[in-house]
């Protein structure tokens, strides 16, 4: 099995950083995409960045420029870097994960998800 947990969530004033941070344990052959996304209040859950194992990344329109993703693949974890925040921004955000184990079968996860709340 597998778990992904997040860290660095918590409440920031309109304009601050936060820095969250998912590491992926468990029985881990290799971590594959990894992916930031979020849910606010009344919201479906949406994508707002993801990284391959090779580095490429991609991102919502509504953060780029403001956010950045970036992984250590020797510690299997990702990083969202999140900067000049607004109150849209508010959600729980969410970690997710392809992970292969020794036989190379692929499997999707999720963590349990950290709030960030920006508000003044």
């Known amino acids: 099995q597998v778990q992904l947990v997040e860290s660095g969530g918590g409440l920031v004033q309109p304009g601050g950083s936060l820095r969250l941070s998912c590491l992926a344990s468990?029985?881990?052959?290799?971590?594959?995409?990894m992916a930031w996304y979020r849910q606010a209040p009344g919201q479906q859950r949406e994508l707002v960045a993801g990284?391959?194992?090779?580095?490429?990344?991609t991102y919502a329109g509504s953060v780029k420029g403001r956010f950045t993703i970036s992984r250590d693949n020797a510690k299997n974890t990702a990083y969202l870097q999140m900067n000049t925040l607004k109150a849209e921004d508010t959600a729980v955000y969410y970690c997710?994960?392809?992970?292969?184990?020794?036989?190379?079968?692929?499997?999707?996860?999720w963590g349990q998800g950290t709030q960030v709340t920006v508000s003044s």
């Open positions: 997710n994960a392809d992970v292969r184990n020794k036989e190379y079968w692929s499997s999707n996860y």
């Open positions: 468990g029985s881990i052959f290799i971590v594959d995409s």
């Open positions: 990284i391959t194992r090779d580095g490429l990344t």
